[in-house]
């Protein structure tokens, strides 16, 4: 008991409104450090001698511990990699406020470190965010090419429809050659000519469907007539990979209701994909491809088997996944299986992979005749 101004002086009980406001701010203070800690990237406080003042649970997580067992440590050995330090930062307090955003890779991920000051009381500390744009940076990086590509297409397309006039012209002068001229061996030279620049028509015909940029439009179609084209396509790349394509077709195989471009696109980027695997494999290349007739389903069954070098068994769940891709950044986005996989959805099929490793790799398509 205290006396003032000679009275005795009793400590005054806390009331029910002191009460409710210390329950409010301790609420408060529990809320925002609930946000904190939902967020995925790493926050924490430092002070100017690089001390830790505290940290949210994921930051924490990365080392295992609770945020409270963190306060106090160096946060420089603790990271094991530069950051801006609280030094640099106090330096242009009066010029720039000491925001600082700086991109940093550490075993070839990268991250965005922000950093903004503030104040404990009277005391000057620095709250840090690090983000990781990985991901971010290699989407943009597939994206990109994937520009890229569709540029490609575009460019693709003109070319072919400037080789094209030049071309007619090639067959029709040769077929009127031929009519005229009697010497036998002039006219078997004639029709090597006519011959080989058909086949580049049919490249060309082929290219100019496949780059041409319209709305999904379907018509009925032969499943193997539409497959020569495309094997067509990549007929050079087969010879020079000394890869053998191997056409087994049923018989009686109906046409089908399909889009032949997309299908076409599908059948591309599968062959396509056998053929990296067989030259990673370094082997004599083999492709075949069968097309059948199930009367009983009423669905044309189309498989395309490689002899390369097969998929691991635990990226097989994965394969048809967008961007997921085993290849190096500038040889797949990732993207040509996943969008096959919509493609061959979107008219009422099934595509699905059978393989083991170091085996036969085998996609498997099913379409249905409407």
């Not at 946060?75 to 242009?92: M, R, S, T, W």
């Not at 580049?200 to 009925?220: G, H, M, T, W, Y």
Request: hydrophobic share 40%; with cysteine; net charge negative.
């Amino acid at each position: 008991m205290k006396k003032q101004n000679g009275r005795d002086h009793e400590p005054q009980a806390e009331g029910p409104a002191d009460n409710a406001f210390i329950e409010k701010v301790v609420r408060s203070q529990a809320h925002w450090q609930a946000t904190v800690d939902a967020v995925r990237d790493f926050i924490f406080v430092v002070d100017r001698d690089c001390r830790i003042r505290n940290a949210n649970v994921s930051f924490a997580a990365r080392y295992g511990c609770h945020p409270r067992e963190l306060r106090g440590r160096d946060i420089n050995e603790l990271l094991g990699f530069e950051i801006p330090q609280p030094e640099e930062l106090a330096a242009d307090a009066g010029t720039t406020g000491a925001v600082i955003t700086k991109e940093i890779m550490v075993n070839e991920s990268s991250y965005v470190v922000s950093v903004f000051p503030a104040r404990y009381d009277d005391e000057e500390v620095y709250v840090y965010v690090i983000k990781d744009i990985t991901e971010l940076i290699d989407l943009k990086g597939k994206l990109y090419h994937t520009y890229k590509l569709a540029s490609l297409g575009r460019l693709v397309s003109g070319v072919a429809h400037e080789l094209n006039n030049p071309l007619t012209g090639i067959l029709g002068y040769t077929e009127i050659l031929g009519l005229k001229v009697k010497d036998e061996a002039i006219r078997r030279d004639l029709d090597k000519i006519y011959k080989s620049a058909e086949r580049c028509r049919v490249i060309i015909d082929s290219l100019l469907c496949f780059s041409r940029q319209q709305a999904p439009q379907k018509n009925l179609e032969y499943i193997h007539e539409l497959i020569d084209k495309t094997v067509e396509l990549r007929a050079y790349w087969h010879r020079n990979r000394k890869i053998e394509v191997i056409r087994e077709y049923g018989e009686d195989i109906p046409l089908a209701y399909i889009d032949t471009q997309q299908i076409q696109q599908v059948v591309l980027n599968i062959l396509m994909n056998a053929e990296d695997a067989i030259v990673e494999s370094s082997q004599v290349g083999k492709i075949i491809i069968k097309v059948r007739y199930d009367r009983d389903r009423q669905r044309i069954m189309v498989s395309i088997a490689d002899n390369g070098m097969g998929i691991p068994k635990e990226n097989i769940p994965r394969i048809f996944d967008p961007f997921f891709t085993t290849k190096a950044v500038n040889k797949g986005t990732g993207l040509g299986l996943s969008i096959s996989y919509g493609i061959v959805l979107e008219h009422g099929g099934s595509l699905h992979v059978e393989c083991g490793e170091g085996a036969d790799t085998v996609f498997n398509i099913e379409l249905p005749l409407k």
